[in-house]
Structures are given as C-alpha cells and as structure tokens.
C-alpha cells in the first residue's frame, strides 16, 4: 500500500482537534493508514522558566505576539518527521483555499500547519520557516486551528481510498462546477411530504436526467456565478432555458 499523507499541526492548543481526526471519514482514514495526522504542542519547545508561548508586541498596542524561540524550535522538530513537507501557516493573508489547492496539497507526502494564536507570529517565523500562507475564506477567526482542520478534511477526501469507492471527490460539488442536485431517503411518504416520483420508477436515464436537470437548477437559484465558469454540454444548456421558463411561468402565475 502507498504511503499515508502525513499532516503534522504545530498549535498551542491540540485538545481543540479532540475528535476531527477520530471520527467519522478522518478517523477510519487514519485507522486505515491513508492518513497520518500528528498533533505537536509548541508549548513544550518553549526555552523560558515557564513555558511562556507569547510576549508583548514591540512598538505597543494590544494584544500579545506568539514568540519566535518556540515556534522555530516546533518547526525543526516538526520537520526531522516530515523532511520534504509544505511547510504552511493558516492566515487571513493566505491563497484562498479551493477545490484545485486541496487536490495539489493531497498529491504532497507531508504537510506541516502552522496555527498562529492571539495577535499573530513573530514576523520572523513567517520569514524563514514557512513556505506559503492559506486562508480559507475572508472572515477572522481567533486562530488558525479551525483552519487547520478545515484544510486537512477537504484535502484528506482527496487522497484515494478516503472516501469508499464508491464515494468519487469529482462527482461531488463544485468538481463539475455545480451544486449538488437534491437526496431523498425512506420513508417514501413522511407526515405528506412526498418524494419525486422519478427516483421511486428504477429508470436510471431519467434519474441521471433529472438530477443533471436539478443540479442546474441549484446553481442557478444559490450560485448563478458557478454557471459561467461550468463546462456545460448543450443538453445542460436545452435545460437551463427550460429551467429558466419553468421560473419565470411559475412567477407570472403567483400575480
Ligand atoms: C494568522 C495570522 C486563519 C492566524 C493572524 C486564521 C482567519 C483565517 C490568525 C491571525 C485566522 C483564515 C490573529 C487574525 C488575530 C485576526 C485578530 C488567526 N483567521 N489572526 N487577529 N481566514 N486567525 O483562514
């Protein structure tokens, strides 16, 4: 068997990961050996009496700095396990994480996240022991962890074997530059609300018809934007001008 994509996350705090990496999809993929996720508390590295982690930013101002001395110190240990890892910080600064980053970063042996905490990292960590910055959305957090686990889920469904055979990452959302069409499980009936009667018939062309014909309809109504950029056939074009006329019939109607 291939070699596991091996993540090691430096952070102040690993009991916040209690759990990600246990459970569910990540915890089988890991007791399956395809994943190799390693929590290292930067704590420990720290030189001082007390293990301090922070200090008081130079200059003033609010806040506290993560201090460099433990950080490095991580940083080297991180790196005699993974030699060749990426070495990435989580940060609002960062390339945006997208589907395209999360299939390059699973193609990787290793990968080391940095999470920073408080006001932010000394400047000179960023400086000689990270490779790249990635942000995975324009909004603030108060650290980089759940970053970091965000990162490792969407990258980990990547690595083959993370997701069951059956289970393809490319026929999922936004793989095919559209938005999922929508599920329906038993009962068949719940309380009246019923279940399209397509699904119920074992017809599998008009199944892959109509869920084609409802994935255009989502991204349409939630993500018009997708739909420039989607590579669409001109049966997906006869549909979204029907779709389009169901809509604008179905309004005309409410008047
Ligand atoms: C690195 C630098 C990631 C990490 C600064 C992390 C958003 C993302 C953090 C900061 C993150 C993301 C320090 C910025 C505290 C905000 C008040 C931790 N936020 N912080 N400042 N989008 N926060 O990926």
């Not at 200090?55 to 101002?61: K, V």
């Not at 999470?115 to 990270?130: F, S």
């Not at 009936?189 to 255009?216: C, M, Q, T, Y």
Request: aromatic residues 6%; glycine residues 8%.
């Amino acid at each position: 068997m291939s070699d596991p994509l091996r993540i090691v996350i430096l952070t102040l705090f690993p009991e916040m990961f209690s759990g990600v990496f246990s459970t569910s999809i990540l915890g089988r993929a890991c007791e399956q050996g395809l994943l190799d996720v390693r929590l290292m508390d930067i704590r420990p590295y720290s030189a001082s009496k007390h293990k301090n982690t922070d200090d008081y930013p130079f200059g003033g101002g609010a806040g506290m700095v993560m201090m460099a001395q433990p950080v490095m110190d991580a940083m080297k240990a991180a790196e005699a396990v993974c030699p060749d890892a990426r070495r990435i910080y989580l940060g609002p600064r960062g390339k945006r994480l997208d589907t395209a980053l999360a299939r390059e970063l699973a193609a990787e042996k290793e990968l080391i996240l940095l999470c920073g905490h408080y006001e932010g990292m000394d400047q000179r960590v960023l400086d000689t022991c990270v490779d790249e910055e990635i942000s995975i959305g324009d909004y603030i957090l108060t650290g980089g962890e759940p970053a970091a686990m965000v990162l490792t889920d969407c990258v980990s469904r990547f690595v083959p074997g993370v997701l069951g055979s059956s289970d393809s990452p490319e026929e999922e959302s936004f793989s095919d530059g559209l938005l999922e069409y929508p599920q329906y499980t038993r009962p068949r009936d719940l309380n009246g609300l019923s279940v399209p009667e397509v699904l119920l018939n074992g017809d599998h062309a008009k199944i892959r018809s109509w869920r084609r014909k409802e994935s255009l309809r989502a991204t349409l109504r939630f993500r018009p934007d997708l739909l420039e950029k989607a590579s669409l056939t001109e049966e997906d074009r006869k549909m979204l001008r029907e779709i389009e006329k169901e809509m604008s019939d179905s309004c005309s109607s409410e008047s």
